[in-house]
């Protein structure tokens, strides 16, 4: 199991060159698409993936609680069986049997009762991807991060990428390491500028190209260069770490 872009530092795995890798070896593969679905192209058919996971709520804005996916290949659908059998999987799950026996297809990985309401607004968070490319989000995504970068490294020395720079190598996300990381991602965030924090010392920035602008990123990369030049980080109410970070 692999995620596809790393959650810390944005790194973008080769799908397609592991995978057949992995196959060569008589190995499965499962690909974690959390940091990838809305982001950039997947094409799991091609590059032949056995099985994928992810979830709605980050790039293709379904919001907290937001539905999970998955993904199975073709011919190993039949002969899956799920971790979880839920009764809405079974082959028929009104006939309440004592014994479970698998529905057809992708249905049997249905283990509970749909979560309506959140499918309901996710439903209504994918109407804004009607008449997109992935290709153009891709290369937005390429735009925002890179002016980003830019404009960090120009004006803070004392932040370290931890992103790949080649940006065909990242997903769409930017990392960079600073030692007081989390208590500068707090004074961010006091500022209404939302990224968030990784141990040991990476604060990661999520670009959105449906909807974050070039005038957001230049806010959030000024705001951030001032904070670690100033030492603006340095206050007891950042320093405090919260669960959730």
């Known amino acids: 199991m692999l995620t596809e872009v790393d959650y810390r530092t944005g790194r973008l795995h080769d799908m397609a060159q592991i995978t057949r890798a992995a196959h060569d070896a008589g190995a499965l593969v499962i690909w974690d698409l959390a940091h990838t679905a809305g982001a950039l192209p997947v094409d799991l058919a091609g590059c032949k993936a056995d099985f994928a996971i992810g979830c709605t709520y980050k790039y293709l804005n379904g919001g907290p609680g937001a539905p999970a996916?998955?993904?199975?290949?073709?011919?190993?659908?039949?002969?899956?069986?799920?971790?979880?059998?839920?009764?809405?999987?079974?082959?028929?799950?009104?006939?309440?049997?004592?014994?479970?026996?698998?529905?057809?297809?992708?249905?049997?990985?249905?283990?509970?009762?749909?979560?309506?309401?959140?499918?309901?607004?996710?439903?209504?968070?994918?109407?804004?991807?009607?008449?997109v490319e992935m290709a153009d989000v891709r290369a937005r995504s390429i735009e925002l991060s890179q002016q980003f970068i830019a404009e960090v490294e120009a004006g803070c020395p004392l932040l370290t990428l931890a992103s790949p720079r080649d940006p065909l190598q990242?997903?769409?996300?930017?990392?960079?390491?600073?030692a007081e990381g989390y208590a500068a991602m707090q004074a961010l965030i006091a500022r209404r500028i939302i990224g968030d924090f990784r141990a040991p010392d990476l604060m990661r920035f999520g670009f959105c190209p449906l909807y974050n602008s070039e005038a957001e990123v230049g806010?959030?990369?000024?705001?951030l260069v001032e904070i670690v030049n100033k030492g603006l980080w340095d206050r007891e109410e950042f320093k405090s770490r919260k669960a959730v970070t």
């Not at 806010?219 to 705001?223: E, K, L, M, Q």
């Open 69 to 131: 996916f998955i993904y199975v290949r073709e011919d190993h659908m039949e002969r899956i069986r799920p971790a979880l059998s839920g009764w809405l999987g079974h082959e028929a799950p009104f006939a309440f049997e004592l014994d479970y026996r698998p529905g057809a297809g992708i249905e049997r990985m249905r283990v509970g009762t749909p979560p309506v309401v959140q499918m309901v607004l996710l439903d209504a968070a994918l109407d804004a991807w009607d008449g």
């Open 219 to 223: 806010t959030a990369a000024a705001a």
């Open 170 to 178: 990242r997903g769409s996300q930017v990392s960079f390491r600073f």
